[in-house]
């Protein structure tokens, strides 16, 4: 396996960091980086998905990143708006992510190239858009270096123009991630058509998105079903979209089987997976299949694997906090929050069993599953490349922006047929 010079990572370290992460951190060796290098790897790798990995708390990027440097692999490490926003239920947030995943970095010395994505930044009405203008930039403030604008639970033609309307608020080095179809499982499925309208608008308007986000049939959290990722939908849009060179950003990776995760990465043009409710899992110490979603017992519940994760004694106050709450299942999540101090709290040998379970799983997944191995150089060598923060947009306009004004998208919206699945508060 292929290593990083000591030397080209210095190199690197100088002139790959984005202007906020040298601000912070002007005496770090973690290499942060735009989100824009970790897709460019990927591609120049080929059939190759960094990890995305959500840090809903410290023992899952901990051992995140112990994994990509075992691995010698790229890695995002990421928190959506419900998890990491401003009512937030994780420890880890927009905010202190950052902060996070550098202390880690310098500590462990970790020299492979890692983004620090903002997953899942929701916009559900206008309310939404005028938080976003001074959210956004709070998040770069704070060391964000790539982000998701997620406008696909308003109707096509607004996504679009609240994606158009945000997009000056993101700095034209970081990564940037588009949504079209809300994660619903089985209904709802997205569409060349609605996919061909949200790129072709924003390409119209010079806006080029490393990645987007599609309704491909997963979904988020525990996963009861078998419904899982529809692969050749997956790869009937990913290439109708070749022409405007954007990437596909995998969601809800939880619930599917390691099979079909190899599958999305031979056969379409996905370079990033999200992963999020099985780290959590696992860890806490729950049992899990080879895949990460949570195995219940009969009645539902989860089982805890004996001197695993977290001890005994922890997992019974959580269970006993949570059912004061009346939380089951999936709101076992709300938990990260009340419970990150407390576990922080444990021994040694007890914290680091929880990394090191996280580290054995991600370390299996970016090798065998994701085929990321070795990406880490190749990030660093665009990094030499470019000798400098922004490898610059990844794509060129097609579209003309005539065609393309307000009154026009608006028109064209309606002439797309789709079914948008059923209404409701589909939590990212």
């Given at each position: 396996m292929a290593r990083i010079a000591p030397s080209d990572f210095k190199k690197a370290l100088?002139?790959?960091?984005?202007?906020?992460?040298?601000?912070?951190?002007?005496?770090?060796n973690a290499l942060l980086v735009s989100g824009k290098f970790i897709d460019l790897a990927m591609l120049a790798k080929g059939k190759s998905i960094c990890m995305a990995a959500n840090g809903r708390n410290t023992f899952v990027i901990r051992g995140a990143l112990r994994a990509a440097q075992r691995a010698n692999a790229t890695l995002i490490i990421e928190i959506a708006k419900s998890e990491g926003g401003v009512d937030a239920y994780c420890p880890i947030n927009y905010w202190n992510m950052a902060r996070t995943v550098d202390a880690l970095c310098n500590e462990m010395d970790i020299s492979v190239p890692v983004a620090i994505h903002a997953d899942h930044y929701g916009i559900k009405n206008q309310k939404d858009i005028l938080t976003a203008k001074t959210e956004i930039p709070s998040m770069?403030?704070?060391?964000?270096?790539?982000?998701?604008?997620?406008?696909?639970?308003?109707?096509?033609?607004?996504?679009?123009?609240?994606?158009?309307?945000?997009?000056?608020?993101?700095?034209?080095?970081?990564?940037?991630?588009?949504?079209?179809?809300?994660?619903?499982?089985?209904?709802?499925?997205?569409?060349?058509?609605?996919?061909?309208?949200?790129?072709?608008?924003?390409?119209?308007?010079?806006?080029?998105?490393?990645?987007?986000?599609?309704?491909?049939?997963?979904?988020?959290?525990?996963?009861?079903?078998?419904?899982?990722?529809?692969?050749?939908?997956?790869?009937?849009?990913?290439?109708?979209?070749?022409?405007?060179?954007?990437?596909?950003?995998?969601?809800g990776t939880s619930g599917n089987s390691s099979d079909r995760l190899r599958q999305i990465a031979q056969k379409t043009r996905t370079t990033k997976a999200n992963v999020a409710t099985a780290l959590q899992m696992i860890s806490w110490g729950l049992e899990v299949n080879d895949y990460g979603n949570a195995i219940l017992d009969a009645n539902g519940g989860f089982i805890k694997v004996k001197d695993q994760g977290m001890s005994e004694e922890m997992w019974a106050q959580m269970q006993a906090y949570a059912e004061s709450k009346g939380w089951k299942g999936g709101n076992y999540?709300?938990?990260?929050?009340?419970?990150?101090?407390?576990?922080?709290?444990?021994?040694?040998?007890?914290?680091?069993?929880?990394?090191?379970?996280?580290?054995?799983?991600?370390?299996?997944?970016?090798?065998?599953?994701?085929?990321?191995?070795?990406?880490?150089?190749?990030?660093?060598?665009?990094?030499?490349?470019?000798?400098?923060?922004?490898?610059?947009?990844?794509?060129?306009?097609?579209?003309?922006?005539?065609?393309?004004?307000?009154?026009?998208?608006?028109e064209r919206a309606k002439a797309i047929d789709a079914d948008k699945g059923p209404k409701g508060n589909f939590e990212d």
């Amino acid at each position: 396996m292929a290593r990083i010079a000591p030397s080209d990572f210095k190199k690197a370290l100088a002139v790959g960091r984005p202007p906020n992460i040298q601000g912070l951190f002007p005496n770090s060796n973690a290499l942060l980086v735009s989100g824009k290098f970790i897709d460019l790897a990927m591609l120049a790798k080929g059939k190759s998905i960094c990890m995305a990995a959500n840090g809903r708390n410290t023992f899952v990027i901990r051992g995140a990143l112990r994994a990509a440097q075992r691995a010698n692999a790229t890695l995002i490490i990421e928190i959506a708006k419900s998890e990491g926003g401003v009512d937030a239920y994780c420890p880890i947030n927009y905010w202190n992510m950052a902060r996070t995943v550098d202390a880690l970095c310098n500590e462990m010395d970790i020299s492979v190239p890692v983004a620090i994505h903002a997953d899942h930044y929701g916009i559900k009405n206008q309310k939404d858009i005028l938080t976003a203008k001074t959210e956004i930039p709070s998040m770069f403030d704070a060391g964000i270096t790539s982000i998701a604008i997620d406008a696909s639970h308003m109707p096509d033609a607004d996504n679009l123009l609240a994606s158009l309307e945000l997009n000056p608020f993101v700095p034209e080095w970081a990564g940037l991630e588009t949504e079209v179809g809300e994660i619903k499982g089985k209904d709802g499925l997205s569409t060349k058509e609605e996919a061909l309208f949200l790129i072709q608008g924003l390409n119209a308007h010079g806006v080029f998105p490393n990645w987007i986000a599609l309704n491909n049939g997963t979904t988020h959290g525990i996963e009861a079903s078998d419904q899982g990722i529809q692969v050749e939908l997956t790869a009937e849009i990913h290439e109708a979209l070749t022409p405007y060179n954007v990437s596909g950003a995998q969601h809800g990776t939880s619930g599917n089987s390691s099979d079909r995760l190899r599958q999305i990465a031979q056969k379409t043009r996905t370079t990033k997976a999200n992963v999020a409710t099985a780290l959590q899992m696992i860890s806490w110490g729950l049992e899990v299949n080879d895949y990460g979603n949570a195995i219940l017992d009969a009645n539902g519940g989860f089982i805890k694997v004996k001197d695993q994760g977290m001890s005994e004694e922890m997992w019974a106050q959580m269970q006993a906090y949570a059912e004061s709450k009346g939380w089951k299942g999936g709101n076992y999540k709300k938990l990260n929050l009340p419970f990150e101090s407390r576990l922080l709290a444990q021994p040694r040998e007890i914290r680091e069993r929880m990394a090191h379970r996280v580290e054995r799983f991600v370390y299996n997944m970016l090798v065998n599953v994701l085929n990321a191995q070795d990406t880490a150089e190749l990030a660093i060598d665009l990094i030499l490349k470019t000798a400098s923060h922004d490898p610059g947009p990844k794509a060129r306009r097609i579209e003309n922006p005539d065609e393309w004004t307000p009154a026009k998208i608006a028109e064209r919206a309606k002439a797309i047929d789709a079914d948008k699945g059923p209404k409701g508060n589909f939590e990212d």
